[in-house]
């Protein structure tokens, strides 16, 4: 019967994938012109604002840009297919570039990044698929803001000074530490080079400039347009400034991702942390922009969409794309009409991996290292900055936690820091779960207990849970209980499951445990009002064969009273059919 009702699920739940939405097919059936002009212009705009972006993250991350143009590329072509929203744009981010920067310092300094970063996107793909088909996207929503801020702080103050020595002219050992990242530079600024500090200081300024005085332009790809054409200038007369390595159409191709278990454990921390990271901030995003928009909240949708995109860019050697907050938000000033915007900035997006990527040889690594410090320094706004530190004391411990955990420690473990200091205040907020004992009164209603003296039935009390049921709450429901059944004439406790919507391993625990502890006293135990989800984590448990199924009740269909009354009988039943028994004093055994 178990393997049948195991077979009988799953194939519920496989039926659930063909209810997979292509809303690309649905738009290409009623395209007009129209759209075709919106979708176009939004197009250009948005690939003028991802293709530096991504170039510039790639770079961040210590790998070859092509990784992060080729993850654009790929992200945008593929979330096409099942985009739900028209503004959202899928490239790699800040926040992950920065998280896999650390996971290759500090985990795999000497092995290939092209392997590293395929396994890495596999199984964050993974990781998004599942939880969009668990319906996990509200999980984000539980981790305070404080978080991501604290956060942002950190590793933008860690790009700024792993990436200043390139903009300044020199280079420094790969250090996986904060204070050794500042050591190495400060101790190496005699060596900085006129020509790549000009550059670099040109590059940031005129950033600067254009980001302030036209905030709607392309500042990065207009800056380092204007710095390749000074490099190839400064070249030109003998001067020697590093490039960056130019991007063939080989990087285009396809490729099996190495699915090595060596490798396996020390990138699935830094998959879940880059994961949770890209969940919070598209959903941020979606729902930020839906709401301007007047679009519906499809954040698990959305989740199986860039999680189906970074499984087909896993397999080409590309970093992990989620929503980006900056490129979206101006394809929703441009006017994007449909879902084809998001397929136009990918074939935008390849057709200059194609033609412009080997022109990339001229751009000066100072002028990128520049444009990523102005990208990255300006992670958060400094109203956020004050609101996350100084709101609430909670909130300034999470803060202060993060910001300090980022500089000390790997960045998924700051991460997992921040996220384990907002949870611990969470659960000091959720009130503990108690019992009350109830009575029938003369009117034939429920009421409480005041006095032991007002049982209706000496020999029988029943027990309502009350207060949220949380993990945990297990040992609190065993006590309590343990201390209600020490009075002697108690022989049948009615436990009233109507509160609990579901129950968990904990809970389940301390039932059969408490079983055992009345079985050995010689009293009985009744489950009452119990929904049909708590009846099957109690059939799946095996309590039900233990509790014996005529002592297990569903809920009244809507009055409570008519599953009481049927429990009344129940228990008048084994008073009836067995005499009472001197009750024997019992400790439950609990099992280590």
């Known amino acids: 019967m178990a393997s049948r009702r195991w077979l009988l699920g799953a194939r519920r739940e496989l039926g659930r994938l063909k209810h997979i939405p292509f809303p690309l097919i649905r738009v290409i059936s009623g395209y007009t012109g129209a759209d075709f002009r919106g979708d176009a212009g939004a197009a250009i705009q948005s690939a003028l604002m991802s293709f530096p972006r991504a170039l510039c993250c790639a770079f961040v991350a ?37 998280l896999l920067l650390s996971l290759l310092l500090t985990r795999h300094p000497d092995s290939n990044p092209a392997e590293v970063v395929s396994l890495l996107t596999m199984l964050v793909a993974v990781l998004l698929v599942v939880a969009s088909y668990f319906d996990l996207g509200r999980a984000a929503r539980l981790i305070s803001r404080s978080v ?27 250090v996986d530490t904060f204070y050794e990242v500042c050591d190495e530079t400060f101790r190496r600024l005699g060596q900085g080079c006129l020509p790549s500090l000009a550059v670099g200081a040109g590059t940031a300024a005129a950033w600067l400039f254009i980001s302030i005085k036209w905030p709607a332009s392309p500042s ?7 710095a390749s054409i000074a490099g190839a200038a400064l070249q030109a007369h003998g001067v020697a400034i590093a490039t960056i390595a130019p991007v063939h159409v080989d990087a285009l191709r396809p490729h099996v991702p190495n699915l090595s278990l060596s490798e396996f454990s020390s990138v699935a921390s830094s998959a879940v942390a880059i994961a949770l990271l890209g969940i919070a901030e598209s959903s941020f995003v979606a729902k930020r922009i839906g709401a301007q928009a007047g679009e519906p909240d499809h954040t698990n949708r959305e989740m199986f969409r860039i999680g189906v995109a970074n499984a087909v860019a896993s397999f080409f050697m590309a970093m992990p794309a989620f929503a980006s907050p900056y490129c979206s938000r101006v394809r ?38 520049a444009v990523a410090i102005c990208i990255c320094v300006r992670l958060v706004r400094p109203s956020d ?53 109830y009575t029938i009164d003369r009117s034939g209603q429920l009421a409480p207990l005041a006095t032991e003296g007002q049982r209706a039935e000496p020999a029988v009390t029943m027990l309502h849970i009350e207060g949220e049921r949380t993990f945990g709450s297990g040992d609190a429901l065993f006590a309590q209980v343990c201390r209600v059944c020490h009075e002697s004439r108690i022989r049948v406790v009615i436990l009233q499951l109507r509160a609990p919507r579901a129950l968990d391993a904990s809970s389940l625990i301390a039932i059969r445990e408490l079983l055992e502890f009345l079985h050995r006293s010689g009293r009985h135990l009744i489950i009452v009002g119990a929904s049909r989800e708590v009846r099957g984590a109690l059939r799946n448990s095996g309590l039900i064969d233990a509790i014996g199924a005529p002592n297990v009740l569903i809920s009244g269909r809507g009055n409570p009273l008519l599953a009481t009354r049927e429990a009344l009988t129940r228990a008048s039943e084994i008073l009836e059919r067995e005499p009472p028994a001197t009750a024997r004093p019992a400790l439950a055994g609990l099992d280590m």
């Open 62 to 98: 210590g790998l070859p840009v092509s990784f992060g143009l080729v993850g654009a590329a790929v992200g945008s072509i593929m979330g096409s297919l099942l985009a739900t929203s028209r503004y959202l744009v899928l490239l790699p981010t800040r926040t992950s570039a920065i």
């Open 148 to 174: 991501f801020v604290g956060y942002a702080c950190g590793a933008g103050l860690l790009v700024l000074f792993s990436q200043l020595h390139w903009a300044l002219g020199f280079d420094i050992p790969r």
């Open 220 to 226: 990065s790809a207009i800056v380092l347009a204007l």
């Open 332 to 369: 929703f000033s441009g006017g994007a009409r449909t879902p084809m915007s998001c397929l136009f900035t990918g074939v935008l997006l390849t057709a200059g991996v194609i033609f412009f990527g080997t022109m990339l040889r001229w751009t000066p690594l100072p002028a990128v290292s």
């Open 385 to 437: 900055i004050r609101i996350a530190a100084c709101s609430t004391v909670e909130d300034s411990i999470v803060f202060l936690t993060t910001f300090f955990a980022t500089l000390l420690t790997p960045l998924d473990i700051a991460l997992y820091f921040g996220i384990g200091s907002s949870v611990l205040f969470v659960l000091r907020r959720l009130p503990e779960p108690s019992l009350a004992e």
